[in-house]
Nanobody, 125 residues
Framework: VQLQASGGGLVQAGDSLRLSCAAS???????MGWFRQAPGKEREFVAA????????TYADSVKGRYTISRDNAKNTIYLQMNSLKPEDTAVYYC????????????????????WGQGTLVTVSS
């Protein structure tokens, strides 16, 4: 699976932004995820979605503000980010792993084998 993330930028607190991740290769039977890494911090899970069934899971820190979705026809997943906060500032990465079981349990970066390049999101106060 090859992944290409895009859509980052500089926004103000309270604004919205949508990230995209174009996938190629085998996507059926995969779980697609978004992670983020702020300066000086570890990479953390943000959200995930199963490619075929559309089951989703979110980190508590973004629940209610972020929405992950997929467009099977375009082989693309999205991360709609609303009510952005300065603490959301980070490099955002899309990732993929084979398998769709227990997506709320397997949220560590090590569970994901395929990674795209990051896209920087900066939220100013």
């Amino acid at each position: 699976v090859q992944l290409q993330a895009s859509g980052g930028g500089l926004v103000q607190a309270g604004d919205s932004l949508r990230l995209s991740c174009a996938a190629s290769g085998r996507t059926s039977g995969t779980t697609m995820g978004w992670f983020r890494q702020a300066p000086g911090k570890e990479r953390e899970f943000v959200a995930a979605i199963t490619w075929s069934g559309g089951s989703t899971t979110y980190a508590d820190s973004v629940k209610g503000r972020y929405t992950i979705s997929r467009d099977n026809a375009k082989n693309t997943i999205y991360l709609q980010m609303n009510s952005l906060k300065p603490e959301d500032t980070a490099v955002y990465y899309c990732a993929a792993k084979m398998g769709t079981a227990y997506i709320s349990y397997y949220t560590g970066p090590n569970a994901y084998a395929y990674w795209g390049q990051g896209t920087l999101v900066t939220v100013s106060s």
